[in-house]
């Protein structure tokens, strides 16, 4: 079973960055595509973007294409998510998610694991 840690959340000004990471909680892990999901209050949860286990390829939600990045260091087994260019409209807790297939990365359903979740707040 992977556990995954998403760590990195906190409070930002608009136009600010921050930086989230994800790792799994033992040293047991996949060799699995990985993605990052939001909710806000009162939303369902929404894809941000996904990355392949090779990293060769990645993909993003339209609302944050240009402003945020997804990378990953497989010899660390850390996946990152770069957020830069922040808007209020950011703000949801983060959810990351492993999946051992490279299709369908847009979609929760693709996912067998998720992290709990780390809180991103950016202030207007």
């Known amino acids: 079973q992977v556990q995954l840690v998403e760590s990195g959340g906190g409070v930002v000004q608009a136009g600010g960055s921050l930086r989230l990471s994800c790792a799994p909680s033992?040293?047991?892990?996949?060799?699995?595509?990985m993605g990052w999901f939001r909710q806000a209050p009162g939303k369902e949860r929404e894809f941000v973007t996904a990355?392949?286990?090779?990293?060769?390829?990645?993909y993003y939600a339209d609302s944050v294409k240009g402003r945020f990045t997804i990378s990953r260091d497989n010899a660390k087994n850390t996946v990152y998510l770069q957020m830069n260019s922040l808007k209020p409209e950011d703000t949801a807790v983060y959810f990351c998610?492993?999946?051992?297939?490279?299709?369908?990365?847009?979609?929760?359903?693709?996912?067998?694991?998720w992290g709990q979740g780390t809180q991103v707040t950016v202030s207007s």
């Open positions: 998610a492993a999946s051992r297939s490279d299709y369908g990365l847009g979609y929760p359903g693709a996912y067998e694991y």
């Open positions: 033992g040293r047991t892990f996949c060799n699995c595509a």
């Open positions: 990355i392949s286990w090779s990293g060769g390829n990645t």
